[in-house]
């Protein structure tokens, strides 16, 4: 678990389905990043299951819930961010997405970091990539804002649009 002064980033539990369907089913993660066929809890329990909290355990990490701290200890989910190992990459992928209430906040930003610290400090990776569709705008602003740099347009084996590759070394 990781902790900021106004997020905790902690692994997907199953008992996460209803913000994951919420989510996974937002305008814009369905135009950016895609549909991935989630419409109920069970639906979100089984993609929870065989995605972030399979990849955590056997990765050591994966996309992991953000979320809000409060006084009275009733965090509020707002997004999801974490360090991927995704087919087609050589490199580990930054990868993140929150809810439309919640960006424009810098929550984007300060989860990110608090990711890339850990991923550096404790797991030691050094080389981090992120990639976007090129309209993409606030990704790509807060790729940037991290200090990762363009590279180049790829294209992932399982997905037919050209993305746009940005790495920090």
């Not at 692994?11 to 369905?30: C, G, M, Q, T, Y």
Request: aromatic share 6%; hydrophobic share 45%; proline share 5%.
């Amino acid at each position: 678990m990781l902790v900021t002064p106004r997020l905790v980033i902690r692994p997907f539990i199953e008992d996460d389905a209803v913000f994951i369907v919420a989510l996974l089913n937002d305008p814009d993660w369905l135009r950016f990043i895609g549909d991935r066929k989630v419409r109920t809890l069970d639906d979100a329990r089984v993609y929870l299951r065989n995605g972030p909290i399979a990849a955590v355990a056997r990765n050591g990490h994966g996309l992991m819930q953000v979320l809000l701290r409060a006084d009275d200890e009733c965090e509020v989910p707002i997004g999801m961010c974490g360090l991927i190992k995704r087919e087609g990459l050589a490199d580990v992928d930054l990868g993140f997405a929150f809810l439309p209430a919640w960006r424009k906040q810098g929550y984007g930003r300060e989860a990110a970091e608090a990711v890339l610290r850990h991923g550096r400090e404790v797991l030691g990776i050094q080389r981090v990539v992120a990639i976007t569709l090129p309209d993409n705008i606030a990704s790509t602003r807060l790729l940037t804002s991290l200090g990762m740099r363009f590279d180049s347009m790829m294209q992932l084996p399982s997905d037919a649009q050209p993305l746009a590759l940005y790495i920090l070394d």
